[in-house]
Protein backbone atom coordinates (compact mmCIF):
# COMPACT_ATOMS: atom_id res chain seq x y z
CA UNK A 1 0.00 0.00 0.00
CA UNK A 2 1.12 3.52 -0.97
CA UNK A 3 2.76 5.83 2.43
CA UNK A 4 -0.53 7.00 4.01
CA UNK A 5 -1.20 10.88 4.03
CA UNK A 6 -2.21 11.38 7.49
CA UNK A 7 -2.67 8.99 10.25
CA UNK A 8 -6.07 9.89 10.06
CA UNK A 9 -8.34 6.65 10.07
CA UNK A 10 -10.99 8.47 7.99
CA UNK A 11 -8.27 9.51 5.49
CA UNK A 12 -6.83 6.48 5.48
CA UNK A 13 -9.51 4.85 4.65
CA UNK A 14 -10.96 7.28 1.80
CA UNK A 15 -7.54 6.89 0.36
CA UNK A 16 -8.36 3.23 -0.52
CA UNK A 17 -12.11 3.68 -1.16
CA UNK A 18 -12.69 7.32 -1.72
CA UNK A 19 -13.69 7.49 -5.46
CA UNK A 20 -17.04 7.12 -6.83
CA UNK A 21 -16.54 3.63 -7.96
CA UNK A 22 -14.66 1.53 -5.30
CA UNK A 23 -17.84 1.10 -3.51
CA UNK A 24 -19.48 0.33 -6.25
CA UNK A 25 -17.16 -2.82 -6.93
CA UNK A 26 -17.06 -3.73 -3.60
CA UNK A 27 -21.12 -3.44 -3.57
CA UNK A 28 -21.06 -5.88 -6.38
CA UNK A 29 -18.43 -8.77 -4.57
CA UNK A 30 -20.97 -8.61 -1.56
CA UNK A 31 -23.61 -8.69 -4.03
CA UNK A 32 -22.20 -12.56 -5.61
CA UNK A 33 -20.59 -10.72 -8.99
CA UNK A 34 -16.60 -12.30 -9.07
CA UNK A 35 -16.01 -12.03 -12.37
CA UNK A 36 -14.80 -8.88 -14.62
CA UNK A 37 -17.61 -9.65 -17.45
CA UNK A 38 -20.20 -9.10 -14.49
CA UNK A 39 -18.69 -6.45 -13.14
CA UNK A 40 -19.22 -4.68 -16.43
CA UNK A 41 -22.72 -5.11 -16.59
CA UNK A 42 -23.08 -3.18 -13.62
CA UNK A 43 -26.09 -0.74 -13.98
CA UNK A 44 -23.72 2.18 -13.52
CA UNK A 45 -21.21 1.07 -16.75
CA UNK A 46 -17.62 1.62 -15.06
CA UNK A 47 -14.79 1.94 -17.27
CA UNK A 48 -12.82 -1.23 -17.68
CA UNK A 49 -9.81 0.60 -17.06
CA UNK A 50 -10.91 2.41 -13.69
CA UNK A 51 -12.50 -1.11 -13.15
CA UNK A 52 -9.32 -3.18 -13.65
CA UNK A 53 -7.49 -0.46 -11.37
CA UNK A 54 -9.54 -0.46 -8.58
CA UNK A 55 -9.56 -4.38 -8.50
CA UNK A 56 -6.08 -3.97 -8.06
CA UNK A 57 -5.89 -1.09 -5.59
CA UNK A 58 -8.96 -3.63 -2.76
CA UNK A 59 -6.14 -6.21 -4.02
CA UNK A 60 -3.21 -4.90 -2.84
CA UNK A 61 -5.02 -3.33 0.42
CA UNK A 62 -5.87 -6.74 1.06
CA UNK A 63 -9.66 -5.98 0.49
CA UNK A 64 -9.66 -8.79 -2.70
CA UNK A 65 -8.10 -11.94 -3.57
CA UNK A 66 -7.72 -12.72 -7.31
CA UNK A 67 -8.41 -16.56 -7.84
CA UNK A 68 -7.88 -18.50 -11.04
CA UNK A 69 -10.84 -20.12 -12.08
CA UNK A 70 -11.38 -23.32 -14.31
CA UNK A 71 -7.67 -23.94 -14.80
CA UNK A 72 -7.79 -21.04 -16.79
CA UNK A 73 -6.29 -17.97 -17.89
CA UNK A 74 -9.49 -16.43 -15.61
CA UNK A 75 -9.50 -15.22 -12.63
CA UNK A 76 -12.46 -14.69 -10.33
CA UNK A 77 -12.82 -12.02 -7.30
CA UNK A 78 -13.56 -12.68 -3.91
CA UNK A 79 -13.65 -10.36 -0.94
CA UNK A 80 -11.50 -10.96 2.41
CA UNK A 81 -12.55 -10.76 5.60
CA UNK A 82 -11.51 -7.85 5.56
CA UNK A 83 -13.06 -6.82 2.57
CA UNK A 84 -16.35 -8.18 3.56
CA UNK A 85 -16.58 -6.21 7.22
CA UNK A 86 -17.06 -3.12 4.95
CA UNK A 87 -20.97 -4.26 4.35
CA UNK A 88 -21.85 -2.65 6.88
CA UNK A 89 -20.71 0.36 5.44
CA UNK A 90 -21.90 0.07 2.41
CA UNK A 91 -25.49 -0.54 4.22
CA UNK A 92 -25.05 2.24 6.44
CA UNK A 93 -24.60 4.51 2.96
CA UNK A 94 -28.05 3.27 1.65
CA UNK A 95 -29.71 3.65 4.69
CA UNK A 96 -28.43 7.59 4.23
CA UNK A 97 -29.15 7.85 1.04
CA UNK A 98 -33.04 6.26 1.17
CA UNK A 99 -33.21 8.87 4.42
CA UNK A 100 -32.04 12.40 2.36
CA UNK A 101 -32.14 11.35 -0.94
CA UNK A 102 -35.53 11.44 -3.06
CA UNK A 103 -36.04 8.59 -5.21
CA UNK A 104 -33.36 5.60 -4.30
CA UNK A 105 -33.75 1.99 -4.53
CA UNK A 106 -35.16 0.78 -0.58
CA UNK A 107 -32.83 -2.55 -0.29
CA UNK A 108 -34.67 -5.61 1.32
CA UNK A 109 -33.71 -6.77 4.65
CA UNK A 110 -31.44 -9.36 3.27
CA UNK A 111 -29.25 -6.92 0.79
CA UNK A 112 -25.88 -7.34 0.32
CA UNK A 113 -25.70 -11.03 2.70
Known sequence: ????????PIASSLDILGDKWTL??????????????EFERSPEHIPTNILTERLRRLETAGLVERRL???RARHAYHLTDSGTELRAVLLAIAAWGN????DTWNPPPDYLR
Open 24 to 37: LVVRDLLDGKHRFS
Open 99 to 102: EHLE
Open 1 to 8: MAERRSEC
Open 69 to 71: TDG
